[in-house]
């Protein structure tokens, strides 16, 4: 059998199988690296931002012990990570210019028309509603595993989803517009 | 009937966490001022993120994952080392562990040894302190015997000096009261009337 099951591999990780732990990455890499793509909106920062996420789930597998989804546990890791990214951003420079520099991505990526919409619809949100987006239309999760993730309540997920779409009303005009 | 109380918002909230929506709850999501414009929003969003295309993680990863391969390298040799290292301590303890006890067994045949030796000579002490209380008390008892004795011939002796003293007393008065028999006897008459008649 040349298929293993994923908790098969998850098993021979936490036992020290490097090649187990180097196929769990390669199954979930794309996910993960464009989750964090469309949070920060650059390729530099999406690199960093994943490396640092497998670092934290390689470090922290033996906590895992299947009372959860991998990718639901894998995405709450990545969120944690995201977040104290954004803190660091946030801390490091003042709110205008972070939005700004979300806003101009310091390494631009080549997309497609549609990418570079939703990139751009994506940014000028605010962190908090952008995450519960990209976890809500492109990770497919429900609220309650939303939540979950983020360690908030399922109503302050629904809220500021709600009023993420409020706000994309305008860009999506744009878009329909512009297509 | 619980299609009719559902509220426009809890339709959407199904319909975002993956539920399908029948025609006539669509249509109730769109008559609804709030629901409508979130309900659109989101179809909009969902049809862009089916185009959406993914990105390729960059060829330049390689840079992170060696890092990674050498965690889990250095994870799977400490795995080794440590064990190795688990089984040599444990012998070193068990050999350490087989000395400790081996001189502990000898401390103790020493002290047992020890406690033997130190009974035998308490038994002798206890024997001895038996025999000087036997030979204190007979001591006592002579003493005591001795003082009795001692007492009662002090006693006869007193006793014997009050009888000879007393009989030497009754002598004496015996003798005086003879006298004045012998002056009462030869005395005149006259002075004898004289005294009876006053």
Redesign the interface.
Known sequence: MFFQSQDKLIKKAKQGDQAAWLKLIKQHEQQVYNHCLRLTGNSHDALDLMQEAFMSVYRSLHNFHGQSQFKTWLFSVTQARCMDFFRKQRQSSPLEEVSEAAHTPSCPIQLQSDNQHIHAALQALPFEQRQIVELKFFQHFTFEEIAEQLAISPNTVKSRLYSALGKMKAPLEVIRVES | MSNHETTPHELL?KW???EQLTEVQQAQLLADPETK??FE??Q???S??S????????S??NI??P???Q???F??H??QWGMAACVGFLSLLSVQLWQQNQTLEQGLVAQQTQIAKQQDTMQKILAQMQTSQNLQADLTNQVLLTNRAERQVALDDLLAFLQTQRAQDQAILRLQLNELAEQVEHAPLQTVAHNGGQ
């Open positions: 909230e975002l966490d993956g414009p979130l929003n989101a909009s969003w969902q862009m993120v185009n959406y295309e993914e990105q390729e993680v960059p330049d990863t992170v994952m890092q990674l391969k965690v889990s390298r994870q799977g400490w795995m």
